[in-house]
């Protein structure tokens, strides 16, 4: 089935194409995720920071300084830690230098929960199972590319006479 008429969209032009069909993919890929996660009882952002936290330990991260290392960066850190703290694998407290700041932690049964998934995350190498390693390489470099244009875009579209 050809993309186009796979999302129902007239394609202007092959750059539109690589962009729709990326979020489209992403998408599918994004599911896939959300579907592995769940049955840890956690979302995509949740293990995204606990993985952050852990590779921190034993030095804490503020609420800000996680968001700056989240694959999301939309995603509202303050809700995510409160949380993940309910559920009892962070610990949260006050940064003792700047008072409106907390620290927060990888707790022992958040250590305990990423230990669990560690042994199952090769199943999520199995949605790209398709791509030879040489593809799957070339799609990084492919990505890594899309992303430098976005960060440039703003320029280039300010650029453009009206």
Do not use: C
């Amino acid at each position: 089935m050809h993309f186009e008429n796979e999302v129902g969209v007239k394609i202007r032009n092959e750059w539109q194409k690589a962009s729709l069909n990326l979020l489209y993919t992403s998408g599918f890929l994004f599911n896939g995720y959300e579907s592995f996660f769940k049955r840890h009882g956690l979302t995509t952002q949740q293990y995204n920071a606990l993985r952050i936290l852990r590779d921190q330990f034993p030095t804490p991260i503020s609420t800000s300084g996680l968001r700056d290392k989240m694959l999301d960066k939309m995603s509202d850190t303050s809700r995510l830690v409160s949380r993940l703290n309910a559920k009892g694998f962070v610990e949260v407290k006050q940064n003792p230098h700047d008072k409106r700041l907390v620290n927060i932690i990888l707790s022992e049964k958040g250590h305990d929960m990423m230990a669990g998934i560690d042994p199952e995350l090769s199943l999520l190498d199995g949605l790209l199972h398709d791509l030879s390693e040489e593809e799957a390489t070339q799609l990084s470099e492919l990505l890594s590319k899309v992303r430098k244009s976005i960060k440039t875009a703003s320029k280039r579209i300010r650029a453009t006479p009206a």
